[in-house]
């Protein structure tokens, strides 16, 4: 019995894995294809975009307020007092390569791809999207593709103004709270820190993006059952988002060069 039970359930994952491939091939097919849904676009942009900035103004400085705080400890407790004007590298490298990518993908995951799911499910018990079909409109290209869209150019948009609040913390936690020097924070976060430190966490927020609107607008096209299968796939798409993210960062930051100078 438990056998067959794990038997189902891998299963299971594989065919939610290959649903989840064969929309966002759907997806890659309807980018280019006309006519484009601007208009939603643009709404999709102001979504995601525009209105996380608050959710991820407050993570981006209390992540950087607290790892800020962590460094400085470390370097005070371990290495000895002075020391932790070397830090503003660290704080600045961790935050921009990993921190602020993740946090920003998993806010938008829990704000966003739940109101997609929620929004497309809605359409689905509704048979709106039935009437899309019958209109001859293409639900993939109409819904998912705005969607993934403006996940695939906001997100990097928030992870650098997420950069730019977190590492801003971070120097006023060290510098103005705590006292430490600053142009050696200073001249050390300049010349150690690199561009494509700031890149790479960007090329993941990409990523991240595109996860977070295909698995939204995948729960939403196959919720079924009502009000509670709406609010099943909304709960879905935060924990198969959230967890893909996490995966995905540790394989994108092994695949991703850590420099990109000889």
Request: charge should be positive; include cysteine.
């Amino acid at each position: 019995m438990a056998s067959l039970f794990r038997n189902d359930l891998v299963l299971g994952a594989f065919e939610e894995l290959g649903e989840v491939g064969l929309l966002f091939l759907k997806t890659l097919k309807n980018l280019f294809r006309r006519p484009r849904e601007h208009k939603i676009l643009i709404q999709q942009l102001e979504e995601i975009g525009v209105r996380s900035f608050p959710v991820v103004s407050l993570t981006a400085a209390f992540g950087g307020l607290v790892f800020g705080l962590q460094t400085y400890i470390g370097f005070h407790r371990y290495i000895g007092p002075g020391s932790e004007a070397y830090g503003g590298p660290i704080i600045s490298l961790g935050l921009s390569k990993e921190l602020i990518p993740i946090l920003v993908g998993l806010m938008v995951s829990g704000r966003v791809g739940s109101s997609m799911a929620a929004e497309i499910g809605t359409m689905k018990i509704t048979e709106q999207i039935d009437a899309l079909f019958s209109l001859g409109a293409n639900p993939v290209r109409y819904l998912v593709v705005p969607r993934t869209l403006a996940s695939f150019f906001m997100l990097p948009c928030l992870t650098l103004y997420g950069d730019i609040i977190g590492i801003t913390c971070g120097y006023f936690y060290n510098v103005v709270l705590m006292d430490v020097n600053r142009v050696i924070y200073l001249q050390n976060t300049l010349r150690y820190l690199e561009l494509w430190d700031v890149a790479s966490g960007l090329i993941k927020a990409a990523v991240f993006g595109v996860v977070i609107a295909v698995v939204g607008c995948w729960q939403g096209l196959k919720a079924e059952g009502g009000a509670e299968g709406v609010g099943r796939a909304t709960t879905r798409t935060v924990v198969v988002a959230s967890i893909s993210i996490l995966i995905l960062n540790f394989f994108l930051s092994k695949a991703l060069p850590a420099t990109l100078r000889g």
